[in-house]
């Protein structure tokens, strides 16, 4: 009996490991208002730059200036380092509350494959 609450207690204690998130130097990276940016992020690793990077949805973001729709969604690539996050432009048919970028994935490997959701055709 006491065996076995032993071992049912490391199992919980192995199962409780926890870990400290940067509090002293947090990386903050921010959207516009209402665009939910930050619904999906996934980490990626650019097979040009060698660079890890955070690719970054915005399903209710506002509209490029030159689409003819006001709210589509995006996605950004935001670097692991204060540097500016880049607006991807990833197709030329974005229709109106299309959510683009309700869900993003890596396939984890360096240079792999991005797969970007949306409710609406692509
Ligand atoms: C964008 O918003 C304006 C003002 O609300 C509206 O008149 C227009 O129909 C909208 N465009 C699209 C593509 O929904
Ligand atoms: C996105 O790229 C397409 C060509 O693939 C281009 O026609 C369109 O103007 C670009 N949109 C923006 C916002 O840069």
């Known amino acids: 009996m006491a065996t076995g609450v032993f071992a049912l207690l490391s199992v919980c204690v192995c199962l409780c490991i926890g870990f400290n998130l940067d509090t002293t130097f ?23 730059t060698d660079a890890y990077l955070l690719l970054i ?9 030159n689409v003819p729709a006001n709210r589509t969604g995006g996605v950004y690539s935001c670097p692991i380092t204060a540097d500016q996050s880049e607006y991807l432009n990833l197709s030329e048919n974005l229709i109106e509350d299309m959510w683009l970028g309700v869900s993003v994935a890596s396939q984890g490997r360096p240079g792999g494959r991005v797969l970007v959701t949306t409710t609406g055709w692509l």
């Open 26 to 48: 947090p990386l903050l990276k921010t959207g516009r208002d209402g665009s939910l940016f930050g619904l999906s992020v996934a980490l990626h690793q650019d097979l040009k």
């Open 57 to 65: 949805g915005a399903p209710r973001d506002k509209a490029e200036p």
